[in-house]
């Protein structure tokens, strides 16, 4: 059964940069779309964005986060990275990884995690 932990999370100043790593273990990564979350104080936790399996399609972004985030995927190295630039105080949260469906349900607001939810990693933007 396919496990992912994530790393990366940080407290950061406004316009500062992080990168969060998410290992698979447990299973063959490319046969899963990845999507990662966030949920923030007294949120639901919604997505921000995915990568489909190989060859499934251009990554998705929340519009919150679009030109900001980065997603990518080393499948030979079993991880999905989040690149995340510029950060707002609004992006604090704890960051989830998970597989999904599929990735095209982001932009309709409904990408839904498959499985349990790990950890998480907390980031945090404040000055």
């Known amino acids: 059964q396919l496990q992912l932990v994530e790393s990366g999370g940080d407290l950061v100043q406004p316009g500062g940069s992080l990168r969060l790593s998410c290992a698979a273990s447990?299973?063959?990564?490319?046969?899963?779309?990845i999507g990662w979350f966030r949920q923030a104080p007294g949120k639901e936790r919604e997505g921000v964005s995915c990568?489909?399996?190989?060859?499934?399609?251009?990554?998705n972004y929340a519009d919150s986060v679009k030109g900001r985030f980065t997603i990518s995927r080393d499948d030979a190295k079993h991880t999905v990275s989040l690149q995340m630039n510029s950060l707002k105080p609004e992006d604090t949260g704890i960051y989830y990884c998970?597989?999904?469906?599929?990735?095209?349900?982001?932009?309709?607001?409904?990408?839904?995690?498959?499985?349990?939810w790990g950890q998480g990693t907390q980031v945090t933007v404040s000055s």
């Open positions: 990568i489909n399996r190989r060859g499934g399609g251009s990554p």
């Open positions: 998970a597989p999904v469906a599929s990735c095209i349900t982001l932009t309709l607001g409904t990408l839904k995690a498959i499985g349990s």
């Open positions: 447990g299973g063959n990564l490319d046969y899963y779309a």
